[in-house]
């Protein structure tokens, strides 16, 4: 993972064919991608590239099929991501990366030395942490990059809330053709079943996933309507409608949980992430997703944006 995004900040942008050859490529079997300590659930859903994909948008590493990447992907500028804890506050190294900056980075940090901590499966987590953020905005100053303070909060505030469409949403027609995968997510079990496509319009609610090779497309039937929404969206949309509450928050902790087929927006899983830079743990026996490090405002904030309440 340290050499696909050192190849990506070399190349700065590329389509998708291009970053799932390179991860395939800089693969080996010794990597152990199948034990999953990344964060992602191990499944045919989630194949190398893939969780590489979330992994690499969770931490602020990279863009994927965002605005001025619509077919592939864009490294983001390098960045110290910080926000409060306990004994200060801390910074997080998100973004583009090269030995030359992390050299400068250990130059510059003075008595705040890196904190570099490996993760199997994703690139080297690199932290600063002081009790002044002065000071950290002072080290990005001197290594060239970027200063975001209080990123997970800055992130928060610019998400939409996880809300149902309404008619002045357009609508949509689901894809025709042979060869689409049908899948229809059941939110009493929370988890996606096989479907068929005389299923598709059986109910007023409902949420239906077509894949084709490595296109996924996700249609909500809302009202009797069909509309074409991001997975995320739609799932929590969903669960809301069948008052399903599925987030557990653990204030001793300090993390927040969540089943792994309900794994929050792009944007609102950044700043979950970034809260500990590191991307969330899977656990195979519960089949949830736990996040480390969420301050209890976090926590309430984002459950608010997914219509979720805290357990």
Known sequence: ANELLLWMSARRAGSWQQFRAAAEELHSP????????AGSPASDEFQLHQRLRLDFSSLGHAEFFARECEQGWRIAPPTL???PVPDGFRAVLCGA?????????????????????????????????????????????????RFQPDAPLAILYHLPPCIPPTRQHPQSEFPEGAGWRIREFDPSAVRWRASERQHLHAGRAGLF??????????????????YEMPRAVAVYVLLRRYRRRLLR??????????????????????????????????????????????????????????????L
Not at 100 to 118: C, H, K, M, N, Q
């Open 209 to 226: 996933e077509f894949q084709l090779y490595d296109q996924w497309r996700y249609f909500l039937r809302w009202a009797g309507r069909t």
């Open 97 to 145: 990366r090269s030995p030359a900056l992390l050299d400068r980075l250990r130059r510059a940090g003075g008595p705040f030395a890196a904190e570099v901590l490996s993760v199997r499966g994703v690139p080297d987590v690199v932290r600063f942490t002081d009790p002044d953020i002065g000071s950290l905005e002072s080290l990005a100053m001197q290594s060239g990059i």
């Open 81 to 83: 991501a910080t926000h």
């Open 30 to 37: 010794e990597d152990g991608s199948e034990s999953n300590e």
């Open 249 to 310: 928050y653990d204030s001793a902790t300090c993390t927040l949980s969540l089943p792994g087929a309900c794994r929050p927006p792009r944007l609102l899983e950044r700043a979950l992430v970034l809260c500990s830079g590191f991307p969330p743990a899977f656990d195979p026996a519960t089949s949830r997703l736990t996040y480390a490090d969420i301050p209890p405002d976090i926590a309430r904030f984002a459950a608010e944006l997914l219509r979720q309440p805290l």
